[in-house]
């Protein structure tokens, strides 16, 4: 049996985006047109629009799995990130590559952080197949960010953390924004933070609770 990927992605845009008021017409032409079971392990490509985080490499002893982020939940982090043609975004833990194709579509240059050696091959595999020329694949610790190509008027975190990191502040541009999910479950919540002459300012936007993003997590402490 074929499966009919153009018809599923315009139910995605239709039944899941707009419904939880993504609207921003480029965002919904991007999401409506990238395949993103080109980023999803092949035996679970059937499973690609579904409306749900999707595994795409298991927990080792190292790191803990990683999800492609379900998409009305990236949808709406996308459309808070308020991203323009002339942005110079940092996608951190850009996982397989679906965000970085995303939001390649939406700005001008893209750097795509990934942690995850194999998940950054994959990216980059894929992100050359669909010809997004304007995104970088690179790899390193996700909470030092990238500060070669810094700063960034968009910095875009693709998961849960329990804080944003002063260095990821650091690489803001000002002027820029950055959008992450604080918290756990249920209780997290996602922020926008704007940097405007030097001092940084944030605002809870909405109740989101997405998948947690390895490295982020504070350190626990010792209760007497």
């Given amino acids: 049996m074929t499966i009919d990927f153009s018809q599923q992605r315009a139910n995605m845009v239709e039944g899941q985006l707009r419904t939880s008021d993504v609207t921003a017409s480029a965002l919904l032409d991007a999401m409506g047109d990238i395949p993103r079971e080109a980023f999803v392990p092949g035996r679970k490509q059937a499973l690609a629009y579904l409306d749900e985080d999707l595994e795409i490499a298991p927990a080792t002893n190292e790191s803990a799995a990683r999800y492609l982020m379900e998409p009305a939940a990236f949808g709406k982090l996308v459309q808070l990130a308020d991203v323009r043609s002339s942005d110079v975004v940092l996608n951190v833990g850009a996982g397989s590559?679906?965000?970085?194709?995303?939001?390649?579509?939406?700005a001008s240059f893209v750097v795509a952080l990934e942690s995850d050696e194999d998940l950054a091959a994959k990216a980059t595999d894929a992100l050359s197949e669909l010809g997004c020329v304007n995104v970088a694949v690179v790899s390193g610790p996700l909470q030092g960010g990238y500060a070669d190509d810094a700063p960034y008027d968009v910095i875009f975190i693709g998961g849960a953390v329990d804080s944003v990191p002063q260095t990821l502040i650091d690489q803001l541009r000002d002027g820029g924004r950055l959008v992450a999910v604080i918290g756990e479950g249920n209780a997290a919540q996602a922020?926008?933070?704007?940097?405007?002459?030097?001092?940084?300012?944030?605002?809870?936007?909405?109740?989101?609770?997405?998948k947690p993003l390895p490295g982020f997590q504070n350190a626990p402490e010792f209760v007497f």
């Fill in 97 to 106: 590559g679906y965000s970085a194709a995303v939001l390649s579509r939406l």
């Fill in 191 to 210: 922020l926008l933070y704007v940097k405007d002459d030097g001092i940084v300012s944030s605002r809870v936007a909405f109740n989101l609770a997405v």
